[in-house]
């Protein structure tokens, strides 16, 4: 009995530290490099298949595996979200500002493209007063921007 116990604890250990080190990799060497907790909310939410609802990384799942690969995606993009929603909503302003500044189609149609996105970016699991509170908050911050934005003042 206390040897499966023990057994038990060991695989529990590994798990956790095979998800530690997959968090590292994913951290270093694809969300660090994007600007923005925005960035790296929509590069997670890219990661899953929308057909099967699951979390994909080809260059960490050859290193680590699909399922704790997958596993650990939908945990990070659940923890983003809620530290995104955690930010005043001034600095949530200046994450879409700073995310639709990094769109090469320009701020009009980035707004555009966000607007379609929204529930894309929203994790499965999040839980329902969360989901609503991001999509009221980023529809109200992308209609602000687009009114201050030079080409909507312009009426072009």
Known sequence: MAERCRAKEAHIQEQLRIHRQILYDLAIHYLEPLHGSLARLAYL?????????SYSHDRLAAVYGPEPV???LANCHEELF???LEMPLAQQEEELRQFLGTLPEGIQEGIRICRRQIEDWIPLQAPDYLKELFRSNLVALLELLRERSPRARSGR
């Open 45 to 53: 939410a890219s990661l899953k298949n929308p057909s099967t609802n």
């Open 70 to 72: 997958g596993e650990s």
């Open 82 to 84: 809620e530290r995104l």
